[in-house]
């Protein structure tokens, strides 16, 4: 018998001949949980994968005139909203060490990738954000490097964070703009794929592709699991 992996209720499922063999397409929620999740549905900007009616959204064209024309993020794709249910089970994931709540996004992760960047680029390389440093709570493991385990391409742990939260918090807004929180230990001259939880300005997976690019990459995307 399997089990929500949110709320822990038995999971019935027929199992058909459609089905028996494709074991990661098995529900890892219960039919109540999975009806919270929300999928993004309908037109997209291009680039974020926010609800838009733009082709590129107000934010995007912000952060190409930011870069003079040149964004070094070519595009992101995210699965799911930023709703209050994926909070919950976003927090429950990262910050209370439930390592299994990962699966729920096994299957996503996966076809998210074989759908919209296989068919791009032949030679991706995987590279996860790194965690930030946050105080209070005691993590076992990374979150992203899970995410892009789910991910059949090579992976690489390129990027280490300089600054750290406490830093971070000190200075002005317009120095966390500009003051680039990575650093590169190994150069790529691949594609690559960034993976993180969350898109929320962009920043992040910003400084993460400039540094790339910067020093080689051809070309940076990203793969994550919700637009906030
Ligand atoms: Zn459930
Ligand atoms: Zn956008």
Same mark, same amino acid.
């Given at each position: 018998?399997?089990?929500?992996?949110?709320?822990?209720?038995?999971?019935?499922?027929?199992?058909?001949?459609?089905?028996?063999?494709?074991?990661?397409?098995?529900?890892?929620?219960?039919?109540?949980?999975?009806? !919270?999740?929300?999928?993004?549905?309908?037109?997209?900007?291009?680039?974020?994968?926010?609800?838009?009616?733009?082709?590129?959204? =107000?934010?995007?064209?912000?952060?190409?005139?930011?870069?003079?024309?040149?964004?070094?993020?070519?595009?992101?794709?995210?699965?799911?909203?930023?709703?209050?249910?994926?909070?919950?089970?976003?927090?429950?994931?990262?910050?209370?060490?439930?390592?299994?709540?990962?699966?729920?996004? =096994?299957?996503?992760? =996966?076809?998210?990738?074989?759908? =919209?960047?296989?068919?791009?680029?032949?030679?991706?390389?995987?590279?996860?954000?790194?965690?930030?440093?946050? !105080?209070?709570?005691?993590?076992?493991?990374?979150?992203?490097?899970?995410?892009?385990?789910?991910?059949?391409?090579?992976?690489?742990?390129?990027?280490? !964070?300089?600054?750290?939260?406490?830093?971070?918090?000190?200075?002005?807004?317009?120095?966390?703009?500009?003051?680039?929180?990575?650093?590169?230990?190994?150069?790529?001259?691949?594609?690559?794929?960034?993976?993180?939880?969350?898109?929320? #300005?962009?920043?992040?997976?910003?400084?993460?592709?400039?540094?790339?690019?910067?020093?080689?990459?051809?070309?940076?995307?990203?793969? #994550?699991?919700?637009?906030?």
């Amino acid at each position: 018998m399997k089990h929500c992996l949110y709320c822990h209720q038995a999971i019935y499922m027929k199992v058909t001949w459609t089905n028996v063999f494709q074991v990661e397409q098995r529900p890892t929620l219960c039919q109540v949980c999975e009806a !919270r999740l929300e999928c993004i549905v309908g037109n997209r900007c291009s680039i974020c994968s926010r609800n838009s009616e733009e082709t590129n959204c =107000h934010d995007c064209e912000r952060w190409d005139d930011y870069y003079g024309g040149k964004d070094p993020l070519l595009k992101n794709t995210s699965m799911y909203h930023y709703n209050d249910f994926m909070k919950e089970l976003i927090t429950k994931w990262k910050y209370r060490g439930d390592y299994m709540i990962g699966n729920v996004f =096994h299957h996503k992760v =996966h076809s998210q990738f074989l759908q =919209h960047y296989r068919t791009i680029q032949e030679h991706f390389i995987v590279v996860p954000i790194p965690l930030t440093e946050e !105080r209070g709570y005691e993590r076992a493991f990374n979150q992203t490097q899970m995410l892009a385990s789910f991910i059949q391409a090579p992976k690489e742990e390129v990027l280490v !964070r300089t600054l750290n939260e406490k830093q971070s918090k000190k200075t002005r807004t317009q120095r966390i703009m500009a003051e680039n929180p990575f650093k590169l230990v190994k150069t790529l001259h691949n594609p690559v794929l960034l993976v993180d939880d969350i898109y929320t #300005t962009g920043r992040t997976l910003r400084h993460a592709a400039q540094l790339l690019i910067e020093n080689g990459c051809p070309a940076v995307y990203a793969l #994550t699991i919700c637009r906030s």
